[in-house]
């Protein structure tokens, strides 16, 4: 997909030749440095704009609670990759603002669950939905096939990121397989 505009890559079929393979990873950290880049500055502008939506790592959080139901503590840990503290502290933030809630766990009495409250499960949508505005503007002049092909490249390469940095997600009763939020 890089040098040619609209050519789609069978990546199942079609193997880096030699001399493009050697540079590729040289070429991809330059990519993933600039995306980040990217990503950093829209983050700061989002800031500016969020109004009710919760930035960073509080909509990480929101947005796993919103999307696959009430959780505890530790298992947002261990699905996010963050400390049980840094969970913590985001979480009561989001308690404060009203956008979740502690409930009692049907299944331990001992134990708490967070959930995404009305207004937190509105406050992810409206971030989803100016996100999904934003990667239509970006991508207004690509085909469906090219979507598709980034969709699928960036989902194998977080999948095999994750297989290779990230400690093994079995610690976490209930943590979901593959991409969420």
């Given amino acids: 997909m890089a040098s040619d505009k609209g050519a789609v890559i069978d990546t199942a079929t ?17 990519e993933l440095a600039r995306l980040m880049r990217l990503s950093a500055a829209a983050k ?3 800031r500016a ?13 929101l ?3 919103a999307m ?4 505890r503590v530790t298992d947002l840990a261990a699905m996010t990759y963050l400390d ?4 913590s502290r985001q979480i009561a933030s989001l308690v404060q603002r009203g956008l979740v ?15 995404a409250t009305e207004a937190g499960a509105q406050a992810f949508e409206i971030y989803r939905s100016r996100r999904q505005a934003e990667l239509d503007r970006v991508t207004r002049d690509w085909s469906a096939d090219e979507r598709r092909t980034l969709v699928h490249l960036l989902g194998r390469f977080n999948d095999d ?4 940095q990230a400690p093994p997600r079995d610690t976490a009763p209930g943590a979901p397989e593959g991409r969420t939020a």
């Fill in 14 to 30: 079609t193997p880096c030749d030699e001399p493009t393979a050697g540079r590729a990873p040289d070429e991809l950290g330059r």
């Fill in 44 to 46: 700061a502008r989002s």
């Fill in 49 to 61: 704009e969020s109004g009710p939506v919760p930035d960073g790592g509080d909509r990480l959080l």
């Fill in 63 to 65: 947005a796993y609670l």
């Fill in 68 to 71: 696959e139901g009430p959780r």
């Fill in 84 to 87: 049980v503290s840094t969970v």
């Fill in 101 to 115: 809630e502690r409930r009692p766990d049907p299944n331990d009495g001992r134990g708490t669950l967070l959930a």
């Fill in 161 to 164: 990121l994750e297989r290779e």
